[in-house]
């Protein structure tokens, strides 16, 4: 599976971005997907994620009310829409995809993405 994020940028504080992931080699529908991100001199955390359906999401309580997590089958991409946007959500966001379901990743406490996208750049200024 190949993941290619796009979308990030700087913008000031408030603002809004929207990231989308572009996959390609799988049934898209078939992949649970989500979001990563990893700022300077942090470790990578979990952002949020998407079943495959797009039925059910998750996202961390930090991001929970500014960001939503969505896809759209038919173009095979997944969509980060980041809103109040702050200058602690500056990082690299990186899109991941995995063949687990649903249940499988939420047991597995979002930990396990085989798929990795090379990362879009967010740069929330004060």
């Known amino acids: 599976v190949q993941l290619q994020a796009s979308g990030g940028g700087l913008v000031q504080e408030g603002g809004s971005l929207r990231l989308s992931c572009a996959a390609s080699?799988?049934?898209?529908?078939?992949?649970?997907m989500g979001w990563f991100r990893q700022a300077p001199g942090k470790e990578r955390e979990f952002v949020g994620a998407i079943s495959g359906s797009g039925g059910s999401t998750h996202l961390v309580d930090s991001v929970k009310g500014r960001f939503t997590v969505s896809r759209d089958n038919a173009k095979n991409t997944v969509y980060l829409q980041m809103n109040s946007l702050k200058p602690e959500d500056t990082a690299v966001y990186y899109c991941?995809?995995?063949?687990?379901?649903?249940?499988?990743?939420?047991?597995?406490?979002?930990?396990?993405?085989?798929?990795w996208g090379q990362g879009t750049l967010v740069t929330v200024s004060s």
């Open positions: 991941v995809g995995t063949e687990r379901i649903w249940i499988r990743v939420v047991l597995g406490s979002f930990s396990a993405f085989e798929y």
């Open positions: 080699g799988r049934t898209f529908s078939s992949l649970t």
